[in-house]
């Protein structure tokens, strides 16, 4: 099966919306925004990856690079929105993706890269906490360092 990691093109905003529709499936649909998608497009510092196979987009993540004063000027990068299509979870697709975007953030001299991910239960995700906690830490990603902290600036999140 052929398989290509790639940045997002500008025809792909369906797909990474029906992908990101999986995280909150009994949410809101995702707004079909094409200004806001032409902006992210043009950003340097915003990177969406997608992994396309045969023909077929099935995995997508955001990378964001933030420029910084601290650590020599070098910058942090954060992950978002990192999905994987339910029917493809589990084949090691969103393991490839993620070592690219680690290898973008290497590229861009970043310091480090941090996410987050749930701590609670969450009834539309298909994987549990600790499923998606483990894979994470596959990676090589810590959880025994930092403390992540949220604060939801709006009712509908």
């Known amino acids: 099966?052929?398989?290509?990691?790639?940045?997002?093109?500008?025809?792909?905003l369906d797909d990474v919306l029906r992908l990101c529709g999986q995280l909150k499936p009994d949410g809101p649909p995702e707004k079909r925004d094409t200004a806001l998608w032409e902006e992210i497009l043009a950003d340097p510092n915003q990177q969406i990856l997608v992994v396309e196979q045969e023909g077929q987009i099935v995995a997508t993540c955001a990378l964001v690079l933030i420029k910084n004063?601290?650590?020599?000027?070098?910058?942090?990068a954060y992950l978002e929105n990192v999905v994987v299509d339910n029917s493809k979870r589990g084949?090691?697709?969103?393991?490839?993706?993620?070592?690219?975007?680690?290898?973008i953030a290497r590229e861009h001299n970043c310091y480090k890269i941090f996410l987050l991910t749930g701590t609670i239960h969450n009834e539309f995700l298909a994987q549990n906490i600790e499923e998606r906690h483990k894979f994470y830490r596959a990676l090589g990603f810590r959880?025994?360092?930092?403390?992540?902290?949220v604060f939801y600036l709006a009712d509908d999140i």
Do not use: C, S, W
């Open 1 to 12: 099966m052929a398989e290509k990691i790639r940045r997002v093109e500008e025809n792909d």
């Open 143 to 149: 959880d025994d360092i930092k403390t992540g902290f």
């Open 69 to 76: 004063l601290t650590r020599g000027g070098r910058p942090a």
């Open 91 to 103: 084949m090691g697709i969103g393991k490839r993706m993620l070592k690219k975007a680690i290898a």
